[in-house]
């Protein structure tokens, strides 16, 4: 089945709601026995933290869109990516991870988890060989994010899944940058997925959601475990907007990727930019294996510059059309110069590195946006050509 299909059509049932042509907003707790109860986990529904009409719908697009058998919503991304690292963990487990992923799960894994007595490595993930040398006995987690967050750092999903096989370890995936749309890990061996659908998912900036797909044993036991007893579940409002959200994604994410391109050439150009972060721009170290592996990219990138910190603060600061914050996934662009004030090059950032998501806006604004900053800060135009 097509996206555009998924996205749309698949799923919807207009016959169950009065002809409503999109899925209400089943807000309630509570659904009692009564004639008409029907679908829901054990046929009927009886609770909205095990089951809701409204988010059923979307776990059946996004697990159709990963080629899952099965996939079910959160009420975050950490509470995604959480219930499913605690799914394949048990005491004393060993974890390997990519070390560049996002923030707060590294925390989880590094910091909170040791009080359990988990243990974890984090290796780079662009060496598979590296990264079978650091699984062991106790490894029951190979857990990875590719594109990892700042750096994009791209691992070799198919031959990570192999390694994961021979020493009997699941693995579970980030897919939050790529989207099933551009990268369907689950098709290459991968066990789980998960997203924070607070970004592209979402799509408008206007909801804090995450949603996990794979087999439906392993999706189903971890909803009835994790899900259901830490309680981070996904309100049917927030269904309803991911819902909607998710209509326009096949649409979307390509004219991300198109004016990401377009501000990929327009950054290499530039004598104050010293590289453009981007999986699908051919100096990305892993441009062959991202092309592989990924049918696109989406509208997040990092671009170095080789400028003063406080000059590189005072150009993001002038930006009018880029506003200046983290997240990424709706229609604005933004600009975080999150490696500013770095002083050397580190495994999880570089020194200069400003992270941008290039939003819906179009290529060309964009462009004239930064030239006016630059031109107010360094007085002087920047373009090589
Ligand atoms: C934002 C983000 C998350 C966390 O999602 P929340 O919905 O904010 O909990 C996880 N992974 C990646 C790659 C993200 O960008």
């Known amino acids: 089945m097509r996206a555009e299909e998924i996205c749309t059509h698949y799923g919807e049932d207009p016959a169950r709601f009065h002809g409503a042509v999109n899925t209400p907003i089943f807000q309630t707790s509570l659904f009692v026995d009564c004639e008409g109860n029907e679908g829901g986990l054990e046929g009927r529904y009886a609770y909205t933290r095990v089951s809701n009409p409204t988010t059923e719908v ?4 996004v697990a159709a869109l990963e080629q899952g058998e099965a996939a ?35 925390r989880f894994l590094s910091e909170y988890m040791k009080r359990f007595g988990i243990k974890v490595t984090f290796v780079s993930g662009t060496d598979p060989e590296e990264l079978e040398a650091a699984v062991c006995e106790q490894t029951d987690l190979i857990y990875l994010e590719s594109p990892s967050t700042y750096l994009f750092l791209v691992q070799d999903l198919e031959r990570i899944a192999e390694i994961a096989k021979k020493h009997h370890a699941a693995t579970v995936i980030d897919n939050t940058y790529a989207t099933p749309i551009f990268q369907k890990p689950l098709t290459m061996g991968i066990d789980m997925v998960v997203h924070s659908a607070s970004k592209y998912l979402g799509g408008h900036s206007d909801i804090i959601g995450g949603v996990v797909a794979g087999r439906r044993e392993d999706v189903e036991q971890m909803a009835q475990n994790e899900r259901e007893l830490f309680g981070a579940v996904m309100s ?22 198109k004016n990401a391109l377009e501000m990929a050439a327009y950054f290499q150009e530039l004598d104050i930019v010293k590289e453009v972060i981007y999986p ?22 990092s671009v170095v510059f080789d400028l003063p910190g406080e000059q590189i ?18 229609y604005e662009s933004l600009a975080s110069p999150v490696g500013a004030d770095l002083e050397r ?16 806006e179009g290529a060309d604004l964009l462009k004239e946006d930064f030239e006016r900053a630059v031109k107010h800060v360094l007085g002087r135009g920047v373009s090589l050509g």
């Open 58 to 61: 979307v776990e059946q697009k």
């Open 72 to 106: 079910k919503c959160f009420s975050s991304g950490m509470g995604a990516i959480s219930a499913a690292m605690m799914h394949y963990i048990k005491e004393d487990s060993h974890v390997v991870a990519t070390a560049s992923i996002y923030g707060p799960a590294r």
């Open 236 to 257: 049917p409002f927030d269904s309803w907007l991911m819902l909607r959200g998710i209509r326009t994604l096949p649409v979307r994410m390509p004219q991300h990727m």
């Open 280 to 301: 699908c721009w051919n100096t990305h170290p892993q441009y062959e294996l991202a092309k592989r592996q990924m049918t696109g990219a989406s509208g997040l990138m």
């Open 313 to 330: 603060h005072r150009i993001v600061e002038a930006l009018e059309f880029f506003y200046r914050g983290p997240s990424w996934g709706g």
């Open 345 to 360: 090059d580190n495994e999880t950032m570089k020194k200069g590195l400003v992270r941008l998501h290039i939003g819906l």
